[in-house]
Every structure is written in structure tokens, then in C-alpha cells.
């Protein structure tokens, strides 16, 4: 069943600003993936944030993860245009590979 | 680089034809998934397996059946294909995080 669930569905922003984007989730977890997937394409991993972390950087990418409120956050900053997809966060549970997919958040960088 | 390969991007069939979806990863995974991605609902797990002629049901397993007969490959099956399952279908393999995702093959039932 979908346990993530990402806010907003869709975000327009001009090149240069940061995107930020949130995924709230049901049940405890293990780790907190973000993904990105391309027009047409599969899914590529970005980032995992484990339940014990905080928060994570990668390049342009920030991830935060507060259990408390099982939410956490994607910042993109400084968008480029390549940076146009969709967003999803993925999460899974303790003993279990399975993962948990929201619907995604679509992000237009206009150049 | 892990490689999984989804061996049609498109495909067109026709209602209650049987319908085999193929998926290939070059990585020695052990795990592998099926996912099927539709609009507003994000990807749902349809069937996963942990191992050679291992499979479960995730999901979604209605109307659909799997194949692991060799651990690089793991094939998907609709046995009789509806138009409600005109979707985009994605296979994944995962050894340790994250999980490899193929290109997706987008399947219309006409």
C-alpha cells in the first residue's frame, strides 16, 4: 500500500531558485530514499537518509527527515533547467526490501 | 553500473491476449520487482522476488503472474490482458540500496 505521500504534486520555478518538496509517510521506517525520474524514463536513485539521521547533502541536493512528524524534505538549489522531472520519495520498513512509493511531485525549472 | 533491461519500451495488444514482459539485470541481484506506474497514484508494487523461482505478491498481484526461472531475468505476465491494465510497468533489482530501475515499458490494451 502507498505510504509516502509528496507535497506539492506540482512546482513551477525559474532557474536558479531552490525547490524544495516534502513527503510525509504512516509507519515507521528504516531509510528514506528520494528518486528521480525523467519524462519517459525509469526511476534513478538520488539520496538515501537513514531513520537515525537528520538530515543529508548531496551536490545541489539537501534531504531532511524528522521521525517525530514522519515527514521529510527534498531542497534543490540553484535549479537548471536538466533538473525538469519528477520526484518521488520511496520508503521502507524494518527486515523488509520492499519499497513504498508516493505519487510524486513534478518540478519545471523555466529557463 | 548496474544495467536492468526492460525488453520492449512500447507495446500494443489486444484485450484478453497474454501479454510477457521481460526484465533482464546484469548485477547478480537477488532481488527483483515489478511495479506498475499510473498517474496520480505513484508506482505500486505488483510482485517481487527474492530468489530463483521464489516470487510474492505485492500490492497489486490481480490479473497478473511472474517467472523467476533464472536469477537475471524475471519476467511478468498477464495472462489475459484488460484495458485497465494499460499502464507503465517497471521492473527494479536491488542488492544492497537503492534499487536499479529499468526504462519502463509502457503497455496500451486496446
Known amino acids: 500500500s502507498q505510504q509516502g505521500e509528496e507535497d506539492p504534486q506540482a512546482l513551477s520555478i525559474q532557474e536558479g531558485e531552490n525547490a524544495t518538496m516534502n513527503c510525509s509517510y504512516k509507519t515507521s521506517i528504516n531509510n528514506l530514499q528520494w528518486y528521480r525520474q525523467n519524462s519517459g524514463r525509469g526511476l534513478v536513485h538520488l539520496i538515501l537518509i537513514r531513520s537515525n539521521e537528520r538530515e543529508k547533502h548531496s551536490g545541489r541536493l539537501r534531504v531532511t527527515l524528522d521521525t517525530s512528524k514522519k515527514s521529510s524534505s527534498l531542497l534543490i538549489t540553484a535549479s537548471r533547467a536538466a533538473d525538469t522531472a519528477s520526484y518521488f520519495c520511496?520508503?521502507?520498513?524494518?527486515?523488509?526490501?520492499?519499497?513504498?512509493f508516493g505519487a510524486g511531485t513534478t518540478v519545471t525549472v523555466r529557463a | 553500473d548496474v544495467k536492468v533491461t526492460q525488453s520492449s519500451r512500447y507495446l500494443v495488444k489486444r484485450t484478453g491476449e497474454k501479454v510477457f514482459l521481460e526484465c533482464v539485470q546484469d548485477m547478480d541481484h537477488e532481488n527483483m520487482f515489478w511495479y506498475r506506474q499510473d498517474p496520480g497514484l505513484g508506482l505500486r508494487l505488483i510482485y517481487f522476488s527474492y530468489d530463483v523461482k521464489m516470487k510474492e505478491k505485492g500490492d497489486i498481484p490481480e490479473g497478473y503472474s511472474v517467472s523467476r526461472e533464472k536469477k537475471e531475468r524475471f519476467s511478468l505476465i498477464l495472462e489475459s490482458a484488460s484495458t485497465n491494465q494499460t499502464s507503465m510497468y517497471l521492473c527494479?533489482?536491488?542488492?544492497?540500496?537503492?534499487?536499479?530501475f529499468g526504462n519502463g515499458t509502457r503497455l496500451t490494451v486496446t
Open positions: 527494479a533489482s536491488i542488492g544492497d540500496s537503492p534499487l536499479h
Open positions: 520511496a520508503t521502507d520498513r524494518p527486515n523488509d526490501y520492499k519499497l513504498s
